[in-house]
């Protein structure tokens, strides 16, 4: 089993800025790849990031390359999301995922075990 617990959302307006934590506990932090999905209202969810656990690879989803980026601190078992440059359509909630069989840094959601409860982000124009 794997808990994860997102925190750092909040409301913001257009072009500012925010750092999400995903804290996660129940496995070795260091051995199994994460990834920031989000979801809109009304909308599916969508894949935004995922880092590697060992070389610490990292994948972005064309939306959001330039202006978010992942990072992990495996002594923390922690995972950051640092959003930069934020916009209207950025506004969602955003959720952090384990994948313990470590599938690949894939942006389907299928391949994730294990998902945290959300933290909305919201940008004002």
Request: aromatic letters at 12%; hydrophobic letters at 35%; one cysteine or more.
């Amino acid at each position: 089993q794997v808990q994860l617990v997102e925190s750092g959302g909040g409301l913001v307006q257009a072009g500012g800025s925010l750092r999400l934590s995903c804290a996660a506990s129940g496995r070795t932090f260091s051995r199994y790849n994460m990834a920031w999905f989000r979801q809109a209202p009304g909308k599916d969810r969508e894949f935004v990031a995922a880092i590697s656990h060992y070389t610490l690879t990292t994948t972005y989803a064309d939306s959001v390359k330039g202006r978010f980026t992942i990072s992990r601190d495996n002594a923390k078992n922690t995972v950051y999301l640092q959003v930069n440059s934020l916009k209207p359509e950025d506004t969602a909630v955003y959720y952090c995922a384990a994948d313990i069989q470590n599938s690949g840094l894939s942006g389907s959601d299928k391949a994730y075990d294990y998902w945290g409860q959300g933290t909305q982000v919201t940008v004002s124009s």
